[in-house]
């Protein structure tokens, strides 16, 4: 009986040709939505592919009864209820090793254009300006940089302070034993508060983690920071960013993810007035869920799920 495995999202065709060549029947399945699959487009697959566009919960599960695995092109998992996948002896498989490299560099490069203030100061020069004192930079080897979550994103970014020669402190609740890796000091987050003077969040999105970053949270901190957000939108409250960034609390604030994303993670769902206080705030860096995406890791993503799915099959 051939495995019908269905492609739900735009993913590099490498993960397609792979599996076709094992004898897979696959097939580009990009604009069939939920309501389809309820319906029984689905019943027979043994595998599906896909991005953020859909959420595959226990109705999703349960009107595909022969589903085997599902490949998540990417790190996140939040769209997928994975304990009912889990109960009904479905794999779920992600590839967050495909795209740590470029996640790892966009923060490094958002990292030096908050401390160098090169964005603004790119700016300034294009209207005519030449403030060399008012665009005087801060280096990042006199930083002590916080790592909140040390899975493959956090250890990416490490891996690529190694060189500036700043201090690195990582942070991770369910991890441990990573002390000394890629040169990072392993601690509690009390610690990480009281030093960091760059905070870079690597965590997902879950029950645990939503709305995490409040006026709360900030306040920790023994010293005024930077922060940095390239895991997922939906942990930071944006209103207490731009508060924060207004009374100095934050320094600087790198976001490649907003709480106003869709669940596609396609676009801006809404804009309140704290959006458009945080995009015209000069504190402020923001890029539009990026970090993961460069020309590499679209191949990388595809070949590594590739490799997972072949493994087991």
């Known amino acids: 009986m051939s495995r019908r495995v269905v492609f739900l999202d735009t993913v590099h065709p490498v993960l397609f040709d792979r599996l076709s060549a094992e004898g897979m029947a696959c097939s580009w399945e990009t604009g069939i939505d939920r309501d389809s699959i309820l319906n029984g487009a ?11 566009r859909l959420t595959i919960d226990l109705k999703m599960l349960t009107a595909m009864p022969n589903l085997k695995w599902i490949a998540r092109s990417g790190a996140g998992l939040e ?8 109960n009904r002896g479905v794999r779920v498989i992600n590839s967050p090793e495909g795209n ?3 996640v790892g560099e966009h923060v490094i490069g958002q990292l030096l254009m908050l401390l160098h203030k090169l964005h603004i100061s790119n700016q300034h020069v294009r209207e005519g300006g030449w403030d060399r004192e008012g665009h005087r930079g801060l280096e990042l080897e006199a930083r002590t940089v916080g790592i909140i979550g040390f899975g493959n994103m956090g250890r990416s970014l490490a891996q690529r302070l190694l060189g500036f020669g700043c201090r690195v402190l990582a942070y991770d609740k369910y991890k441990s034993g990573f002390d000394g890796d890629f040169g990072v000091e392993e601690v509690d987050f009390l610690q990480l508060c009281d030093d960091a003077d760059v905070v870079s969040l690597h965590i997902p999105l879950t029950s645990e983690t939503k709305g995490m970053i409040d006026a ?11 922060l940095l957000n390239s895991a997922r939108g939906g942990i930071a409250h944006t209103d207490a ?32 007035p704290c959006f458009h206080q945080l995009a015209a705030h000069p504190k402020a860096l923001l890029s539009p ?12 993503l595809s070949d590594v799920l590739g490799d997972k799915i072949l493994d087991k099959e």
Request: proline content about 3%.
């Open 42 to 52: 689905c019943s027979d697959v043994h595998g599906i592919v896909l991005r953020s």
């Open 79 to 86: 769209n997928i209820d994975t304990a009912s996948a889990d």
């Open 100 to 102: 740590a490299a470029s």
């Open 216 to 226: 709360k949270w900030i306040g920790q901190f023994s010293q005024p920071f930077y």
């Open 241 to 272: 960013i731009v508060e924060a960034l207004d009374t100095g609390s934050l320094l600087g604030a790198a976001l490649d993810v907003l709480e106003f994303e869709m669940t596609s993670l396609e676009g801006i769902s809404e804009k309140p």
């Open 289 to 300: 869920h990026v970090a993961g995406w460069s020309e590499e890791s679209y191949f990388k």
